[in-house]
């Protein structure tokens, strides 16, 4: 089992730009997450889903839509990039209230 | 006053040494807490999840005080390989498994 993958690994965007964030889980897993997570400020909950076509927004949700049209993928876009999106961003799933697996990151640098 | 409270560290400590981390948290409806460990540009992991009777895994303890609000993580003989940085989390008490996440602890452990 791959668990949770993300792509890209790594992005360089200019603001303004636009981009997709893709993550996918093979533990058919219900939950699935999107984070960022900046230095002093700890993982933030950008939107999250409990289930496939449905999603919902989270702490920090604003310049973000999100996607989940299958079970498996949880889709993260940018539509306009800002120098303020420069963080990494962390996708996971869960199964209900259980652990959450973490896919690998992605670093994403707008400019 | 944020959901979930840490010091930040750094930690110094040499091989062998017991360390123990503290964590508050704000919100009373927390039902589940849990230690993630995570490594320099890497994903969270799960360590162990916290039970209100506590709970040890081999070198690590954990402890739950409800009426306080916090919880703490003992590290007994501490390895080089403990390096990390330790996040505490706490679920946001609602029924979709929010999960509130400390900005994490850093412990170096020197040889």
């Known amino acids: 089992n791959a668990g949770v993958t993300q792509t890209p690994k790594f992005r360089v965007l200019k603001t303004g730009q636009s981009m997709t964030l893709l993550c996918a889980q093979d533990m058919n897993h219900e939950y699935m997450y999107w984070y960022r997570q900046d230095p002093g400020m700890g993982l933030r909950l950008i939107h999250y889903s409990v289930g496939e076509g449905t999603t919902a927004k989270g702490e920090v949700p604003d310049g973000y839509n999100v996607s989940r049209l299958k079970k498996q993928n949880f889709l993260l876009g940018l539509e306009s990039a800002a120098p303020s999106q420069t963080s990494v961003y962390f996708c996971?799933?869960?199964?209900?209230?259980?652990?959450?697996?973490f896919g690998p990151g992605t670093r994403l640098t707008v400019t | 006053r944020k959901e979930v409270e840490q010091d930040p560290g750094p930690f110094n400590v040499p091989e062998g040494a017991t360390v123990a981390f503290n964590c508050t948290y704000s919100?009373?409806?927390?039902?589940?807490f849990f230690w993630y460990r995570q490594d320099c540009r890497k994903e969270p992991k799960l360590l162990m999840s916290v039970y209100s009777s506590g709970n040890e895994d081999g070198r690590f303890t954990a402890q739950l005080n409800r009426a306080s609000q916090y919880i703490s993580l003992l590290i007994r003989d501490s390895k080089l390989s403990d390096s990390a940085t330790y996040l505490c989390v706490v679920n946001s008490g609602g029924a979709t498994n929010k999960l509130i996440f400390g900005t994490g602890t850093l412990l170096a452990v020197q040889p």
């Open positions: 996971a799933s869960s199964y209900h209230l259980y652990e959450q697996y």
């Open positions: 919100n009373s409806a927390s039902q589940s």
